[in-house]
Nanobody, 124 residues
């Protein structure tokens, strides 16, 4: 079974930083992409970033470019999302998902199930 476990969320002040982790299991990690999504109260879930573990290509939604960095450690089956210069509008539950592809302006379809997510709260 595809399993992804998010961690690293918390409460920070605007301008602060957090690093989220996504530990994956149940599939061949190096063959697929991993994406980060977020959902704020009253809003649709949106794609934030993704990385192709096979090719290294990445995607960032415009609102986080220059502030967030996605990376992958294949040896640990883990993807990280380094979030700097956090803003209150970044407040959301963050989820990771296994994807069929990633790169450029593209976040591929996900497979598996959504996990519990990790809460990120940025105060003003």
């Amino acid at each position: 079974e595809v399993q992804l476990v998010e961690s690293g969320g918390g409460l920070v002040q605007a301008g602060g930083s957090l690093r989220l982790s996504c530990v994956a299991s149940g599939f061949t990690f190096g063959r697929y992409a991993i994406g980060w999504f977020r959902q704020a109260p009253g809003k649709e879930r949106e794609g934030v970033s993704c990385i192709s573990n096979r090719h290294g290509s990445t995607y960032y939604t415009s609102s986080v470019k220059g502030r967030f960095t996605i990376s992958s450690d294949n040896a640990k089956n883990t993807v990280y999302l380094q979030m700097n210069s956090l803003k209150p509008e970044d407040t959301a539950v963050y989820y990771c998902a296994a994807l069929l592809g990633c790169g450029g302006d593209y976040i591929g379809p996900y497979f598996g199930s959504w996990g519990q997510g990790t809460q990120v709260t940025v105060s003003s």
